[in-house]
């Protein structure tokens, strides 16, 4: 059974830092591009971060420099260490999980936490 399941939010004030993990169950995570995503509130959903199966990184220009995504394939665990964390950042963090199988793209997504960074 495919699950990811996202821990690590908080509440937290302007300037500090949290360290968001997501855990998989099932054989896909090593074969994965992973995403942190967020969606704040009457916000669509937007990514954040990405890395590939190699450990090539990309970053929304709103959050590079602060935020550093990263994977443990050994544990099927992803994470993101978010640091200067600002009131902008309030948001729903998502992980998601693409694999591609067969020439089909195979989209997983786990159930979100929620950062809320205070003024």
């Known amino acids: 059974q495919v699950q990811l399941v996202e821990s690590g939010g908080g509440l937290v004030q302007t300037g500090g830092s949290l360290r968001l993990s997501c855990t998989a169950s099932?054989?896909?995570?090593?074969?994965?591009?992973m995403h942190w995503y967020q969606q704040a509130p009457g916000k669509q959903r937007e990514m954040v971060a990405r890395?590939?199966?190699?450990?090539?990184?990309n970053y929304a220009g709103s959050v590079k420099g602060r935020f550093a995504i990263s994977r443990d394939n050994a544990k099927s665990t992803l994470y993101m260490q978010m640091n200067s964390l600002k009131p902008e950042d309030t948001a729903v963090y998502y992980c998601?999980?693409?694999?591609?199988?067969?020439?089909?793209?195979?989209?997983?997504w786990g159930q979100g936490t929620q950062v809320t960074v205070s003024s």
């Open positions: 890395i590939t199966t190699g450990g090539d990184t």
């Open positions: 099932g054989s896909f995570f090593n074969t994965s591009i």
């Open positions: 998601k999980a693409e694999q591609r199988r067969n020439g089909i793209s195979w989209i997983y």
